[in-house]
């Protein structure tokens, strides 16, 4: 019997595929995930054991950084959240949304802004530069801002988020022309109604994994992902510099006297958009109590 640690890539009809050491490995999930209400996600780092005959099996799921409910997926390094600037036109509201998603996940959002050949980009890309978020266009015609975008990648575990008809599969298949045939289906079966497959599943490029999450919309960070009131300022990074310095302590950032936040959007120091979003968040989540954000 040997024992490897490595991580999940795929599941499939109970099956969970594990990497170690530069083999995959079938594995069967030991019973007493399901007795402490635990089950393994596509990019757990697990430790199994390997008998000379029979089923491999999770013996152990190391600690998660993060995981994210739809999809479920652990250990994200990256969200790469895909917004067209034309057809369909952009929308910032669910930009940020995704964004401080991430945040609160203390996982990377990289905002990229695609069909950059149909209208001007920059003032977009700066709106999320100026708050330290990566931010990058592409456009399919001169695949125009590809390396910039590929460059985010290296030894990193990245999933790829955005609505149907803003660019995502033609991204993907520019990163990934070997994967062309498998976006493409995804983007059909979109094209064709909601019964998408939802099978997660991991793919090692450029050092690190993409994961190919099906259907990976706003509506899933809508449902599964809201922030707590009281947790969502510190999903905005660039209100940190302001905390503690407002008149009132309890400020929300909203429209309070003496709010710094507030001062920093008037002077232009904070995009008025992100605020924006911010306020549209705050009063969708602050009557919710605390049991139905708990998934």
Same mark, same amino acid.
């Given at each position: ?14 099956? +969970?595929?594990?990497?170690?050491? @530069? ?15 635990? *089950? ?16 491999? *099996? ?6 998660? /950084? ?22 369909? @036109? ?25 069909? *950059? ?11 999320? /530069? ?67 497959? /939802?099978?997660? @599943? ?6 690190? +994994? ?17 922030? /707590? ?12 510099? +302001? ?12 429209? @309070? ?20 979003? +911010? ?17």
């Amino acid at each position: 019997m040997n024992q490897k640690t490595g991580i999940i890539i795929k599941i499939t009809g109970g099956f +969970y595929y594990v990497e170690a050491a @530069e083999a995959i490995y079938e594995c069967k999930a030991r019973g007493v995930f399901r007795k402490r209400g635990t *089950s393994p996600l596509v990019g757990d780092t697990v430790d199994i054991s390997v008998p000379d005959d029979g089923y491999c *099996s999770i013996d152990a799921i190391h600690e998660r /950084r993060n995981a994210l409910v739809r999809p479920a997926l652990a250990n994200l390094d990256n969200l790469m959240i895909i917004s067209s600037v034309k057809e369909p @036109e952009v929308n910032l509201y669910l930009i940020d949304k995704m964004t401080a998603a991430a945040v609160s996940k203390e996982i990377t959002p990289i905002v990229v802004f695609s069909k *950059s050949d149909l209208a001007p980009v920059d003032h977009l890309v700066d709106i999320y /530069r100026r708050v330290h978020i990566p931010a990058f266009s592409f456009s399919s015609v001169d695949q125009c801002g590809l390396d910039e975008i590929k460059a985010q990648l290296q030894d990193k575990v990245t999933a790829f988020c955005g609505n149907s008809g803003v660019g995502k599969s033609t991204l993907l298949n520019a990163l990934f022309p070997e994967l062309a045939l498998k976006t493409g289906e995804i983007s059909d079966k979109l094209g064709r109604g909601r019964h998408t497959t /939802r099978t997660v @599943e991991l793919f090692k490029k450029h050092g690190g +994994y993409i994961a190919d999450t099906p259907g990976f919309s706003t509506v899933d960070i809508e449902r599964f992902e809201l922030i /707590r009131k009281d947790e969502l300022k510190f999903a905005f990074p660039e209100f940190e510099t +302001y905390f503690g310095t407002c008149k009132f302590n309890s400020c929300n950032h909203v429209c @309070e006297q003496g709010c710094r936040v507030l001062d920093a959007v008037k002077d232009g120091l904070i995009p008025k958009s992100r605020h924006d979003s +911010y306020m549209r968040m705050y009063h969708e989540v602050k009557d919710i109590k605390d049991w139905q954000i708990n998934h």
